[in-house]
Nanobody, 120 residues
Framework: QVQLVESGGGLVQNGGSLRLSCVASGRTFSINTMGWFRQAPGKERESVASENQNGDTYYADSVKGRFTISRDNVKNTVYLQMGSLKPEDTAVYYC??????????????WGLGTQVTVSS
C-alpha cells in the first residue's frame, strides 16, 4: 500500500501563486506516475498534471504555462507549483499515484485533498 498526504493549500488572491506538496509513504518503490487532480464544487474531478518516472509530463490545457509539476524521488514527494491563479482554479486538489508508466494512467492511490481558494 501507498499513502499520500497533500499540503500547501490555502487562500490566495487572483494572480497569486501557491505550491502544493504531496508526500508518499509505504511501498513507494512501486510508484511510477504521480499526478494532481482537482474537483470544484458541483463539477467532476479533472486531471491537472502528471509526471512519470521518465520525466514525461501531462498538463490540462487550462493550466498549461501556469502550473508546473515536479518530483523529488529521494523525498518521495511530488509538487505542483501554481502561478497566475484564477478564481476558476478554486477546488480541492488531490494527489494520486499509479503503478503504471504512462502519463495518464488509472491511478491506484489517492490523497485526501487540500483546498485551494482563489479570491477575485
Amino acid at each position: 500500500q501507498v499513502q499520500l498526504v497533500e499540503s500547501g493549500g490555502g487562500l490566495v488572491q487572483n494572480g497569486g501563486s501557491l505550491r502544493l506538496s504531496c508526500v508518499a509513504s509505504g511501498r513507494t518503490f512501486s510508484i511510477n506516475t504521480m499526478g494532481w487532480f482537482r474537483q470544484a464544487p458541483g463539477k467532476e474531478r479533472e486531471s491537472v498534471a502528471s509526471e512519470n518516472q521518465n520525466g514525461d509530463t501531462y498538463y490540462a490545457d487550462s493550466v498549461k504555462g501556469r502550473f508546473t509539476i515536479s518530483r523529488d524521488n529521494v523525498k518521495n514527494t511530488v509538487y505542483l507549483q501554481m502561478g497566475s491563479l484564477k478564481p476558476e482554479d478554486t477546488a480541492v486538489y488531490y494527489c494520486a499515484a499509479s503503478h503504471a508508466t504512462n502519463t495518464r494512467p488509472i491511478f491506484d492511490y489517492w490523497g485526501l485533498g487540500t483546498q485551494v481558494t482563489v479570491s477575485s
